[in-house]
C-alpha cells in the first residue's frame, strides 16, 4: 500500500466517525426538542427555548448530503500558531462534534480559525505547516469510497502526517504544489489540482457553494463586519453572487441574535435567478432566510396593468419621490389656514380649543416631517394634550382613561380628519394619474408637461380601489406607503444584480434597510433595464448608503480567458467605466462561426455538446427562442425550461433577457446582432449573453456581428 492509498484510508475511517457523530447530534437535536416542551420555565421563556431547539433540529434534520470535510489545516509548534500550535483541524460546511461541550471533529468554515485556510501563503503561512484539499467524486453524497484524492501545500515547517499527492479524483495539479492561494501557476491560474478540478466542474443543476474554493480576496469580503455595508462591483466570473450569499451565511453565524432580531433578505433579480441560486445557502446550513425579488417586496396586489417604457421611465425616475410627497401632503391643510374652534364635551363641561392652537399644532407637526400617519396622530395627541393641561389646572391630574376618551371625541376626531385626512397609497397615486391639475400642482419644477402626459391615465376607472396597477406603481405605491407609515426593516440585506435597480427601486430596498447593513452585488456593464446605473456613488446614494466602499473583482474563476478577451471587446462601447476583467482559466474553448441556415447550425451544435459532459444554454434574442425550441424538438432534442432544475434535459433554450446571473459549460449564443438590436441596451445584453459559458462559447450568426465584436 502506497503513503497515499494509507492518508486516503485514514481520511475515509475519519470521515466514517464525522458521519456517526453527525447522526449523534441530529438524534440528540431531536431528545432536547421533547425535553424542552416539558420545560419548567416562563411562558416567554418556553415559548424562544421551544422555537431554537425546532429551529436547530429542523436544521440539522435538512443537512443535505453531501461530503462533511473539504479541507484540513495542521499547524506548527512555533510561536506564531498560538493557541492553535500543533493542532489539527478539518474545514468543513457545518460544525461537527460528538458532544456539544466536546472538541469539534469537523470546524465551521465560518468559524475564525477556519480563516486561515483560505488566507494562508507560503509568505505568510500564518503558523500553518501543511494545507490539506480532499478531492471528491463530483455529486458525492459523502460516501467513503467517494474521497478519492487529496493534495497538500507545505506552507511551513513540516507537520507530521502530511503526504503529498492526488488521487483520482483529486486533480491534475502538480503534487504538492506549493505557492500563495490564488497564485499564478498553470491549473485554474495557479491553484492547486483538486480546487482547479472544484472550480471547473460542470454546472449541471442549481449553483453550488463556494465554501471550498474562496479565494482571499473573496474571503475579505465575505468576513466584512455586520455593520459595514459594501459594494462588489464584480466582472463575469469572479463569483461576486457566491460572495454575497457567503456573506449572508456568515454573518448569520457570526451574529445570530443581532441578524434574526431584523432577519436577513437576499433578493434577486428575477425568480429564475431565485430558484438558481435557492440551495446555497441550505447547503451551508441557513434555512431561514428570505430570497424574495424587488417586486415581490412592493407588492400591494397583483399586476393587471403594462406601461409602455416611456411611462415606465418617469414613474421609476428619482423625481417621483418628491412628486409622491407633495402630493400626499398637499391633502394636509394649510397650517395659515384659520381654524375654527374646536369644543370637546366632557360631562356638562365643554373644554375648548382655539383655532390658532390648532393651527400651531399642524404646523409644528408638518415641520417635523414624521411619516403621515405618525403626524395624524402627533396632532390628535397635542390637541388632546392642550385640553388636559387645562383640564390639570382646574381638577387636578387626570388618568388615562379620561385622555383617551378626550382624544377620540367626536369634535377632535372631525378636525383631525379635516386638517390631516387618512389616506391610502392607491388613493393618493389614483388622484396624481386622474387629475391633472393635481398632477402639475405636486410635480411643478420636477417634470415636464410631456412626462405628466405620460403618467395620466387615459381610461380613467371608478374609484381606485377597482384601479389596475403596473409593476413601476407597486413601485410608487410602496415608497408611499413609506410616506404613510415607515416599513420594518432587516438587519442585513444582501441585493444581487443591483445595477438594474431603478432610483425608485433602490428607495424601496434603503426603507428596509434604515437600521441594518447592505451587501450590493453588481456589474455595470451588465445593466440592462433603461435606468440602470451608469455609476456606483450615486445608486448607493438613493440605496441609502452613499459611504459604503465599492470593492472591484475583476480576476476570474470560471469563464474562461479566451471568452472573457471576446466580451471584453464590447467594454469600451457600453459607456461605463468598469475595469477588463481578466481570467485565471486558459482552458476554455470559443468559436465564431458565420453560417447560412442558423437552425440547422444550432441542431448540429447542440448535439455535439451533448457528446461532452455539462449543461447546454441556447441563448438568443426573445422572439426568436420559439422558433429555436421548436427546431430542436424537430430534431428530436430534449429541452428544459430555465427555471425548472429538475429537468433531465441538458439542454436549456432561454431568453436573452433571463440569462443574467446564470451559467452553463456550453453556451450557443444566436444571432449577437439581433440581441444587440432588440432593446436600447442590447450591448449590455449581449455582453450577459456571451460570459455565460464556464467552459465553452459558440457564436452562430447569419447577420454580420456587431461593429464591437467585430
Not at 434603503?510 to 433595464?529: K, M, N, Y
Not at 447542440?606 to 457528446?611: F, I, T
Amino acid at each position: 500500500m502506497t503513503p497515499l492509498d494509507r492518508e486516503l484510508s485514514q481520511e475515509r475511517t475519519y470521515h466514517q466517525a464525522c458521519r456517526a457523530a453527525l447522526a449523534g447530534m441530529v438524534e440528540g437535536a431531536d431528545e432536547r426538542v421533547v425535553t424542552g416542551e416539558n420545560a419548567f420555565a416562563s411562558g416567554a421563556d418556553a415559548e424562544v427555548l421551544g422555537y431554537q431547539l425546532r429551529s436547530w433540529a429542523k436544521e440539522l434534520r435538512q443537512e443535505p448530503q453531501s461530503p462533511l470535510f473539504f479541507g484540513r489545516l495542521d499547524f506548527d509548534d512555533g510561536g506564531a500558531s498560538g493557541d492553535h500550535a500543533g493542532q489539527r483541524y478539518y474545514i468543513g460546511r457545518r460544525r461537527i462534534s460528538e458532544h456539544p461541550s466536546a472538541p469539534p471533529l469537523v470546524v465551521d468554515w465560518r468559524a475564525p480559525v477556519s480563516r486561515t485556510f483560505y488566507q494562508a501563503g507560503t509568505r505568510d503561512p500564518l503558523g500553518v505547516a501543511v494545507r490539506r484539499r480532499f478531492g471528491w467524486a463530483p455529486g458525492s453524497l459523502g460516501a467513503p469510497e467517494d474521497l478519492t484524492g487529496l493534495e497538500d501545500e507545505r506552507l511551513g515547517a513540516p507537520a507530521g502526517g502530511g503526504v503529498d499527492g492526488t488521487g483520482e479524483a483529486g486533480g491534475t495539479g502538480e503534487a504538492g504544489a506549493t505557492g500563495e492561494a490564488g497564485g499564478t501557476g498553470e491549473a485554474a491560474g495557479g491553484v492547486g489540482g483538486i480546487l482547479a478540478a472544484e472550480i471547473e466542474r460542470p454546472r449541471v443543476g442549481p449553483m453550488r457553494d463556494i465554501a471550498a474554493t474562496i479565494q482571499p480576496e473573496q474571503d475579505d469580503l465575505v468576513r466584512s463586519e455586520l455593520g459595514q455595508s459594501l459594494c462588489v462591483q464584480g466582472a463575469p466570473g469572479t463569483g461576486k453572487t457566491a460572495v454575497g450569499l457567503h456573506r449572508a451565511a456568515y454573518l448569520l453565524y457570526t451574529y445570530p441574535q443581532r441578524i434574526q432580531r431584523g432577519g436577513l433578505l437576499v433578493l434577486g433579480p428575477n425568480r429564475t435567478f431565485l430558484h438558481y441560486i435557492g440551495q446555497v445557502l441550505p447547503a451551508l446550513g441557513e434555512i431561514d432566510i428570505r430570497q424574495s425579488t424587488v417586486d415581490d417586496e412592493v407588492a400591494r396586489g397583483p399586476v393587471r396593468a403594462v406601461d409602455d417604457e416611456a411611462a415606465a421611465v418617469v414613474k421609476h425616475d428619482a423625481r417621483m419621490a418628491r412628486v409622491l410627497r407633495r402630493a400626499l401632503y398637499a391633502r394636509v391643510d394649510d397650517p395659515a389656514g384659520r381654524y375654527e374652534a374646536v369644543e370637546v364635551p366632557d360631562g356638562s363641561y365643554r373644554w375648548r380649543v382655539s383655532g390658532g392652537e390648532l393651527a400651531r399644532i399642524v404646523e409644528e407637526v408638518r415641520a417635523e416631517a414624521p411619516p403621515y400617519a405618525v403626524g395624524r396622530e402627533r396632532v390628535r395627541s397635542r390637541a388632546a394634550r392642550v385640553i388636559q393641561l387645562e383640564a390639570e389646572r382646574r381638577a387636578g391630574p387626570m388618568n388615562n382613561t379620561w385622555l383617551q376618551r378626550i382624544s377620540r371625541a367626536r369634535p377632535l376626531s372631525a378636525f383631525v380628519d379635516a386638517a390631516w385626512p387618512k389616506v391610502t397609497p392607491e388613493e393618493v397615486l389614483a388622484a396624481l394619474f386622474t387629475d391633472p391639475d393635481t398632477l402639475a400642482a405636486a410635480a411643478d419644477g420636477e417634470l415636464g408637461a410631456e412626462e405628466q402626459k405620460r403618467l395620466l391615465w387615459s381610461r380613467v376607472p371608478r374609484s381606485y380601489k377597482s384601479a389596475k396597477w403596473s409593476a413601476a406603481d407597486q413601485v410608487l405605491l410602496d415608497e408611499l406607503a413609506g410616506l404613510i407609515e415607515r416599513p420594518q426593516g432587516y438587519g442585513h440585506i444582501v441585493v444581487d444584480e443591483a445595477q438594474d435597480l431603478s432610483p425608485m427601486q433602490c428607495r424601496a430596498v434603503a426603507r428596509r434597510s434604515g437600521f441594518g447593513s447592505l451587501t450590493v452585488l453588481g456589474d455595470l456593464a451588465q445593466g440592462t433595464t433603461p435606468w440602470a446605473a451608469r455609476d456606483w456613488p450615486r445608486h448607493l446614494a438613493h440605496l441609502g448608503k452613499p459611504d459604503a466602499p465599492v470593492i472591484p473583482l475583476t480576476t476570474g474563476f470560471r469563464v474562461p480567458e479566451a471568452i472573457v478577451a471576446l466580451a471584453n471587446g464590447l467594454l469600451g462601447a457600453l459607456g461605463v467605466a468598469v475595469p477588463p476583467s481578466r481570467s485565471l482559466r486558459r482552458d476554455g474553448e470559443l468559436a465564431v462561426r458565420r453560417v447560412q441556415d442558423v437552425r440547422a447550425a444550432l441542431v448540429e451544435s447542440v448535439r455535439a455538446a451533448l457528446d461532452r459532459e455539462g449543461s447546454v444554454g441556447v441563448i438568443a434574442r426573445d422572439a426568436d427562442v420559439p422558433e429555436l425550441r421548436a427546431a430542436l424538438a424537430a430534431a428530436g432534442v430534449a429541452t428544459a425550461e430555465p427555471d425548472d432544475l429538475t429537468a433531465r434535459a441538458r439542454v436549456t433554450v432561454l431568453p436573452a433577457t433571463v440569462a443574467k446571473g446564470l451559467e452553463y459549460d456550453h453556451v450557443v449564443a444566436v444571432e449577437p446582432a439581433a440581441i444587440a438590436e432588440a432593446e436600447e441596451r442590447g450591448l449590455h445584453r449581449l455582453y450577459v449573453v456571451l460570459t455565460r459559458a464556464v467552459s465553452r462559447l459558440e457564436v452562430l450568426h447569419s447577420e454580420p456581428l456587431p461593429p464591437a465584436l467585430r
